[in-house]
């Protein structure tokens, strides 16, 4: 069965403090994205890689940061985290096939719920 | 600027009874669009995709349609039931782009 592991379900962290959240899928996909979900606004593209040691801003990239060192390992850091950056962070990932992001399905982690205090 | 509107912003249903979903985009151009569903405190998985030859798709008691000529979409939900509670979200794909546009999501509770 396909899997997207997501490391941590709940973290509580303090202002300030650096957060580290870890994403890793066993599908083989090129492309990965980490996304955050609010309520009443739906989800939000933070960054996506395509590659190993790639990576593209999404739609709010401020206060974040990535690294994916191997193909399927994609972390989001929160250098300096504050109280706007509690949510539910979700990782996905897709494959490429023959239109460079394929048919655009992605496959989702159970999510990691952020509280910044 | 690409939208996608998803109607209603919540609903509740009795079990047993129908009810739909709608979706309306402006994403142009348009390659296909999807429906995900997810249960509370999980990640989304993906319920159907349309693309632009397809008028109706099935998958189980799920039935989703497309009228790519008005930019509409709808997640028909035959026969409810208690698992079928979560939040619907419906993506739409442009062509020849990796974006994708995120509905808000309809939240539907089944309720006995």
């Known amino acids: 069965d396909v899997k997207v592991t997501q490391s941590s379900r709940y973290l509580v962290k303090r202002t300030g403090e650096k957060v580290f959240l870890e994403c890793v899928q066993d599908?083989?996909?090129?492309?990965m994205f980490w996304y955050r979900q609010d309520p009443g606004l739906g989800l939000r593209l933070i960054y996506f890689?395509?590659?190993?040691?790639?990576?593209e801003k999404g739609d709010i990239p401020e206060g974040y940061s990535v690294s994916r060192e191997k193909k399927e390992r994609f972390s989001l850091i929160l250098e300096s985290a504050s109280t706007n950056q509690t949510s539910m962070y979700l990782c996905?990932?897709?494959?490429?096939?023959?239109?460079?992001f394929g048919t655009g399905e992605l496959f989702f982690g159970e999510g990691s719920r952020l509280t910044v205090l | 600027k690409n939208q996608v509107e998803q109607s209603p912003q919540s609903l509740i249903i009795l079990e047993g009874k129908n009810c739909t979903l709608q979706?309306?985009?402006?994403?142009?151009?348009?390659?296909?669009l999807r429906w995900y569903k997810q249960d509370t405190g999980r990640g989304p998985v993906s319920l159907t995709i349309?693309?632009?030859?397809?008028n109706t798709k099935s998958n189980g008691r799920y039935t989703a349609t497309l009228d790519a000529d008005t930019k509409q979409s709808s997640l028909h939900i035959t026969a409810s039931q208690l698992s079928d509670s979560a939040s619907y979200i419906c993506?739409?794909?442009?062509?020849?782009?990796?974006?994708?546009?995120f509905g808000k999501g309809t939240k539907l509770s089944v309720i006995p």
């Open positions: 996905a990932s897709s494959g490429s096939g023959s239109a460079g």
């Open positions: 599908m083989d996909h090129e492309n």
């Open positions: 890689s395509y590659d190993v040691k790639m990576k």
């Open positions: 979706c309306n985009y402006t994403v142009s151009p348009f390659s296909n």
């Open positions: 349309m693309t632009f030859s397809e």
């Open positions: 993506v739409v794909r442009g062509a020849g782009s990796y974006q994708l546009t």
